[in-house]
């Protein structure tokens, strides 16, 4: 129960586990009042945290999943119901699975801001004062089996089902391969069902169900946008009223009837691929034929073009890494970008740099690189690429600086209203939890005894917590001298399965997750190895 402007914060290298039941469930609620803003905001900075069978109701932003100071993974948000907030859902800098949750009733729904990966599937949003979903920058967003509807009619800005902003991946499905259907409802939300603003990525979808009798069921606003295109859709009727689209999208093979799962939610099935002909490449083959345009006609749209597929399929992949390109990706942006930088390829691999080194948390050379978009770049994509360094700049606590780039972006973008207004609102926020922190640090060190005491008498591996598990577990270790630490996991045969870690550590107890999502069930072996102690543990994986 929270009072007034009080939250809670879960900081880094702290975890909370919040695990109700369907009968049974955690709420957090006011003692207060029953409107909006009747208290502060559940913070959670930290990865590896778990909100299952949870109620947030009358808060201010009910949970905010922020990665500080670094991205944050792993987050899972399962069955829980976000209700009449200011913000119901805002997940910033993150990796986050959201499956089978009901949002509703907020100000704004749900809002994402630069995450390396948010998969929401079997979630109902709806009744929002404004967008569904506003996902501001830098996003990927997989999309499935959910059901978006009746939001933005209480706003007074924007007021869509999705509404996909600079830089944004968005998966409503996937038409290109890998191929998988959205299952998604997405209907009779105020303006627009999906409204993509200037300077998108890329946005797919693939057999879903979007209509309304008013307004635009896609709006793609700049010219400069890639092509928006969709498969297999369900457009409220048939032929499809093309009245109802604007800009560049390609409409294919839509639906002729209504489906039968229209309105319902699933889970299970993100990412699942569909059938589809052997004729067509895998994203292996899509990648080296992309670079291959892009390498043959450098100057033209062409290239363009290709390297915004390119982008979209190595987005994708950034957590996983399974096409192998995330690690080199950016040297291969930053060599088009020294060739081609007076041209339109070279320009937009300026600004694919910064996502890179957003996701890489390298904030320091991610702001060098927008100023240096700033005076190459012109609008509608400049006004991106300013917005984006306001947030930046908070994430490297420079809120002076990031102040004076607000006030610019309010001076050359007067009639950006609702991102003028969103962007003040979060660096007002973030500013105040930022002192907040200070202030709550303040004079808290511990006196040399107490921090001697802290410090463990012997090298010790303990046992995983939890064990057994599925997928995550964590291990903690103490050491007690200044040393090289190595933890290997193994499995039974003895073959060396990963390194967790290895680099010299102080004095202290630490803690280290270990991810078995692409392992099989078994027992596991843990090992430490730190100067000459070594101990090994076992942990049993259970899927």
């Not at 309010?410 to 991102?419: G, H, T």
């Amino acid at each position: 129960m929270m009072d007034g402007n009080y939250s809670i914060g879960i900081y880094d290298n702290t975890r909370l586990l919040a695990e109700g039941t369907e009968n049974d469930p955690i709420v957090f609620t006011s003692t207060n009042g029953t409107s909006r803003k009747s208290w502060g905001t559940l913070f959670v900075y930290s990865s590896y945290n778990i909100f299952k069978w949870c109620i947030v109701e009358y808060g201010d932003w009910g949970l905010k999943l922020y990665g500080y100071p670094d991205i944050a993974s792993n987050n899972i948000v399962e069955n829980c119901e976000f209700r009449n907030n200011d913000q119901g859902l805002r997940m910033e800098k993150n990796d986050v699975n959201v499956i089978s949750c009901n949002i509703h009733d907020n100000r704004h729904n749900v809002v994402t801001i630069n995450n390396a990966r948010i998969d929401m599937q079997g979630t109902r949003i709806y009744n929002g004062d404004r967008d569904g979903i506003y996902s501001s920058s830098g996003n990927l967003l997989n999309i499935y089996g959910s059901v978006i509807e009746n939001n933005g009619n209480g706003g007074t800005s924007t007021r869509n089902g999705i509404l996909a902003g600079y830089n944004d991946v968005i998966n409503i499905g996937r038409v290109n391969y890998p191929y998988w259907s959205g299952y998604n409802t997405i209907r009779n939300n105020y303006s627009s069902e999906v409204y993509a603003l200037s300077g998108i990525a890329q946005i797919q979808m693939m057999y879903n169900s979007v209509h309304d009798d008013d307004g635009y069921e896609l709006y793609n606003a700049s010219s400069s946008n890639p092509t928006i295109p969709t498969m297999f859709c369900w457009w409220g009727e048939a032929p499809p009223n093309y009245a109802q689209f604007y800009g560049n999208v390609s409409i294919m093979d839509e639906l002729e009837s209504q489906p039968t799962w229209e309105g319902q939610t699933s889970s299970g099935g993100l990412s699942k691929p569909v059938a589809v002909p052997a004729k067509y490449i895998s994203p292996e083959e899509q990648i080296v034929h992309l670079k291959n345009l892009i390498a043959t006609n450098p100057k033209t749209t062409q290239a363009d073009s290709a390297l915004v597929s390119l982008f979209s399929i190595v987005r994708s992949d950034y957590v996983d890494n399974q096409h192998q390109e995330r690690d080199d990706f950016y040297s291969y942006l930053s060599k088009l970008n020294d060739t081609y930088g007076k041209y339109s390829l070279g320009k937009r691999a300026l600004q694919y740099m910064i996502v890179w080194k957003m996701l890489a948390n390298e904030n320091e050379t991610a702001i060098k690189l927008s100023l240096n978009a700033l005076d190459c770049i012109a609008n509608p994509d400049r006004m991106g690429v300013m917005g984006n360094l306001v947030n930046l700049y908070t994430y490297s606590d420079q809120y002076d600086l990031a102040a004076d780039i607000l006030t610019q972006y309010k001076e050359q973008y007067k009639s950006d209203e609702a991102s003028i207004e969103f962007l003040s609102a979060s660096l007002a926020d973030k500013k105040e939890m930022y002192e907040l922190e200070k202030a709550l640090a303040k004079g808290t060190t511990p006196p040399k005894e107490e921090i001697a005491s802290l410090i463990p008498d012997k090298f010790k591996l303990y046992q995983a917590y939890p064990n057994p598990f599925n997928p995550v577990t964590q291990f903690g270790y103490a050491i007690p001298t200044k040393s090289q630490v190595r933890i290997d996991i193994y499995d039974l045969r003895g073959r060396l399965m990963e390194t967790l870690v290895n680099q010299v550590k102080e004095p202290g107890n630490y803690q280290v997750a270990w991810d078995a999502s692409k392992y099989p069930s078994g027992v596991y072996l843990y090992k430490i190895q730190a100067g000459t102690y070594t101990e090994t543990r076992k942990c049993l994986l259970i899927k």
